[in-house]
């Protein structure tokens, strides 16, 4: 293996490659007291590792390792650090990703053998895209790259994979480093959130090394662009199957039925980020117009059973749509099911409650007038 070493200070890169030599024979083909990308950007092909400093007044180490991963995903990098605590409360970077100094040669060496391991094990690992790469956003972020072979891809932390799924929301567009910060790390200082970008966005990088082939992560103009080849998000492909279906009527109702299907749950509805709700809402609204277009379809046509259906599939999604709490009390008093409507009426006026919202009142008389003429 060949390795650089990148440090403010030449008696550290110097101590740093002695060490190096004791427990290994990688190779150290170049010192650097500060790293200058398009000076140096031919040697980062070539090597395999890179030793990097942290704390450096030029540049952040977390930003330079993001720039590097950028030009070479592949590229192992072991952070060194003289601040225990800034590694690894800060950062959240685990023993494979850190190095204290001084650098002592029993700890250099564990983490050099699992550095050779991973370089072993994902050489030649790239994934082709000869298949397509399916996101899937519905309910929760899972990957698949063939029909029902999902894959599993390991985020370092929770923010990593929120960053990304944030860049995915807004793939193809410039994400300004600021808004990200704002976004995703608004309690931090700006000194401690720019850090905590630059560890996140490596983290991605990290995660995404086998599949560089599909995602395109760029440093540009302050901000990051995520480019995507070949990838379909399950979101994308629903809501173009939706956007191009004919008006629905009964002859049809079937085949909007079956893309309705592909809606497997809210947008990312198992992660609690505040960003998503928009984007979550304005999907919502697609579903909750046609589920309610088929919903009241199948009742014009006397199909009361199927309408039931789509109804309780609202009151599911939505429990505080009045609507269609009310489109089922007025079907279930069609079909005389009495028990039924009093039991959609309280379910309706329990949800209202614990939303603290005051229910219709043309709900209300409407139930009260269907209580007085029962009893007559």
Same mark, same amino acid.
């Given at each position: 293996m060949k390795a650089i070493l990148v440090d403010d200070e030449q008696l550290a890169l110097d101590f740093l490659e002695l060490q190096i030599k004791k427990v290994s024979e !990688?190779? &150290? %083909?170049?010192?650097? &007291? /500060?790293f200058d990308l398009?000076? /140096?950007?031919?040697v980062l092909p070539q090597i395999d590792i890179v030793f990097l400093d942290i704390?450096?007044?030029?540049i952040n180490g977390l930003e330079l390792a993001e720039m590097l991963l950028e030009e070479n995903p592949s590229l192992i990098i %072991? *952070? %060194?650090t003289a601040y225990n605590? *800034?590694? &690894?409360q800060a950062f959240e970077l685990n023993a494979l990703d850190y190095v204290l100094k001084p650098v002592r040669t029993e700890r250099l060496k564990k983490t050099l053998e699992r550095v050779g391991q991973i370089v072993s094990n994902t050489k030649s690992k790239n994934v082709s895209t000869n298949t397509t790469l399916r996101i899937n956003l519905f309910r929760e972020l899972t990957f698949q790259l063939e029909q029902d072979e999902h !894959? /599993? !891809?390991k985020w370092r932390t929770a923010k990593a994979q929120e960053l990304f799924l944030y860049l995915l929301q807004h793939a193809e567009k410039t994400n300004n480093k600021l808004q990200l910060i704002d976004v995703l790390w608004p309690e931090f200082d700006t000194e401690k959130a720019f850090s905590q970008l630059y560890t996140a966005i490596y983290h991605i990088r990290k995660a995404l090394e086998q599949y560089e082939n599909y995602f395109s992560l760029k440093n540009v103009q302050d901000g990051y662009l995520l480019s995507l080849r070949n990838v379909v998000t399950d979101v994308s492909e629903w809501e173009e199957k939706m956007s191009t279906a004919p008006t629905i009527r009964m002859d049809n109702i079937e085949k909007y039925e079956a893309v309705m299907q592909l809606y497997t749950g809210s947008y990312l509805q198992e992660y609690n980020y505040l960003w998503a709700d928009s984007e979550r809402y304005r999907l919502e609204q697609i579903?909750?117009?046609t589920a309610y277009n088929i919903a009241n379809i199948y009742y014009d046509h006397g199909d009361l059973e199927n309408a039931e259906s789509w109804y309780i599939q609202i009151c599911t999604l939505r429990p505080e749509d009045e609507h269609a709490h009310f489109s089922l009390m007025e079907l279930y008093a069609s079909m005389g099911y009495g028990l039924l409507v009093k039991h959609q009426y309280n379910q309706l006026e329990r949800t209202m409650e614990e939303f603290h919202i005051k229910m219709n009142p043309t709900i209300q008389q409407w139930y009260n007038q269907w209580n007085r003429d029962k009893v007559k």
């Open positions: !990688i190779e &150290v %083909v170049g010192k650097y &007291v /500060h398009k000076r /140096h950007r031919d704390d450096m007044p030029e %072991v *952070f %060194v605590d *800034f590694a &690894v !894959i /599993h !891809i579903w909750l117009k």
